[in-house]
Every structure is written in C-alpha cells, then in structure tokens.
C-alpha cells in the first residue's frame, strides 16, 4: 500500500520560514550554546527564543534615566527633604516600574538609602533597553552578600552558602522597612 506523506499546514510552513530568518539574522551573534538550546525547542518555541535574543543583541544600552522621554531625572538625595522624600521615591518607583524595571530586596533599606541607590546606582546604569512587553529588568538592590543572608536567603541557600565558605552566616533578621513594591515575577 503506497504511503502517504502529510500536506504541511500553511502556518507550519510560515513557521520554518521565519526560523530560517531568524537564523539568519542571528548568524553573526551566533555560537554553540545557542545552537545547542535551541535544538531542544519546537519550531514555534525556538523561534521565540530566537526573536528574544535578537531583540537582546540589537537593543541599545543605555542609561536608564534615558529610557524616559524626557530623560528621568530626580533631585539629589541632599536635596529632598523628609517630607518630600516618600512622595518622590514612590513616584520614581512607579515610574521605573511603568519601564518594566522591578526593583528586588529593598526592604533592609530605609526611604533615604533606597532613593540614595536609585539616584545613584539605577539612574545612571547603562543596561540593554528591551521593548517586549513580558520582559522586567530585576534590579537587585540588596547591595552585599551579608544583607542577602541576613534578610533575605531562607535556610537552604544560607547552607548552601556556608558549604561553599566555609564561614558562619550572618543570624537572620526580618528587614526593618517592608514595604509593597510593584513586582513581575521572576
């Protein structure tokens, strides 16, 4: 009996088109490792992938006060009074955020330091400006290994940690500011 070998559906096909495109557009930027994960995709999948890393590549880097149009720009931490500073930190948090950049960790920093390290740290960051909207840049403010383990690793990674040093962890604390900040998962 004669086999009969499948029609390919038009959306198949549009599908194979657009990862030889993809391919081929990736072929400068390209090395083994991402060949070898992308291998292990459906089409429709590694396609997404491929896109993905081809919106990383050709996204400029940039200062993130420049991902604002005007570019974001808040007053000097010295400059802001305390009444002042909880009005402003909370807008430049929603702001940041409208931006699809979430910010991780802060609840050992008080109002101050934590607008202290926006203004200082994040504002003038250069980081890759993505436009995809499922993609969240997670700043991780918690500064230094020991505020990590003291507020915010739960008892596995602080063994694991230990194990690797060696070295006894900091006793853990609760952080002294919970505060609600608007968050995308990681």
Same mark, same amino acid.
């Given at each position: 009996m004669p086999r009969r070998s499948r029609k390919p559906h038009p959306d198949e096909i549009e599908t194979l088109l657009q990862n030889a495109r993809l391919r081929d557009e990736l072929e400068p930027f390209v090395d083994e490792s991402l060949t070898t994960i992308s291998e292990k995709l459906p089409t429709q999948r /590694?396609? /997404?992938?491929?896109? #993905? @890393?081809l919106a990383w590549e050709r996204a400029p880097a940039l200062p @993130? #006060? /420049?991902w604002f149009e005007p570019p974001l720009s808040i007053p000097h931490p010295d400059a802001v009074s305390g009444d002042e500073l909880r009005r402003v930190l909370w807008d430049t948090i929603h702001k940041l955020f409208e931006k699809r950049i979430v910010l991780d960790f802060t609840h050992h920093l008080s109002d101050r330091q934590l607008y202290s390290l926006i203004y200082r740290d994040i504002l003038p960051a250069y980081e890759k400006k993505i436009d995809a909207a499922d993609n969240h840049l997670h700043w991780d403010c918690a500064g230094d290994e020991e505020a990590w383990l003291r507020h915010y690793a739960d008892d596995e990674e602080r063994d694991w940690w230990q194990r690797q040093t060696g070295k006894e962890p900091p006793p853990h604390e609760p952080p002294p500011y919970p505060r609600k900040l608007p968050k995308k998962p990681m």
């Amino acid at each position: 009996m004669p086999r009969r070998s499948r029609k390919p559906h038009p959306d198949e096909i549009e599908t194979l088109l657009q990862n030889a495109r993809l391919r081929d557009e990736l072929e400068p930027f390209v090395d083994e490792s991402l060949t070898t994960i992308s291998e292990k995709l459906p089409t429709q999948r /590694e396609n /997404e992938y491929l896109s #993905a @890393i081809l919106a990383w590549e050709r996204a400029p880097a940039l200062p @993130i #006060a /420049e991902w604002f149009e005007p570019p974001l720009s808040i007053p000097h931490p010295d400059a802001v009074s305390g009444d002042e500073l909880r009005r402003v930190l909370w807008d430049t948090i929603h702001k940041l955020f409208e931006k699809r950049i979430v910010l991780d960790f802060t609840h050992h920093l008080s109002d101050r330091q934590l607008y202290s390290l926006i203004y200082r740290d994040i504002l003038p960051a250069y980081e890759k400006k993505i436009d995809a909207a499922d993609n969240h840049l997670h700043w991780d403010c918690a500064g230094d290994e020991e505020a990590w383990l003291r507020h915010y690793a739960d008892d596995e990674e602080r063994d694991w940690w230990q194990r690797q040093t060696g070295k006894e962890p900091p006793p853990h604390e609760p952080p002294p500011y919970p505060r609600k900040l608007p968050k995308k998962p990681m």
